[in-house]
């Protein structure tokens, strides 16, 4: 039984276990021209439900700098919104890049 305890966690290790709430996690590093990036982070704030959570998307670089919170519907992207976000800041829900929802959608569904 031991042995099996040791796998189990070996398997965590290797295959990526859900991020943690509050852990933060990178999503995607976007490209934006010459040696420049914009890089997207997140970090768990709720578990609303089973598959369903608020999750704080960053976003800072070259584009400039995103803060918002996601309601994160799994089983139901349609679902899925933006509660919020820093209007003060440069970049609106609309500039965070698929490829960072994938990743965050891979990290908590």
Not at 8 to 27: D, F, N, Q, S, Y
Not at 29 to 42: M, P, S
């Amino acid at each position: 039984m031991r042995g099996l305890k040791y796998i189990t966690i070996a398997a965590l290790i290797v295959c990526g276990a859900p991020a943690l709430a509050g852990e933060k996690v990178h999503l995607y590093t976007q490209h934006v021209g010459g040696v420049y990036v914009q890089k997207w982070d997140a970090q768990h704030s709720t578990r609303i439900a089973p598959g369903i959570h608020k999750v704080r998307v960053h976003g800072y670089g070259k584009l400039g700098d995103f803060n918002g919170e996601l309601y994160l519907h799994c089983s139901e992207p349609i679902k899925s919104k933006w509660l919020s976000f820093n209007e003060d800041l440069f970049l609106s829900p609309g500039d965070v890049p698929r490829e960072a929802i994938k990743k965050l959608r891979s990290f908590y569904c």
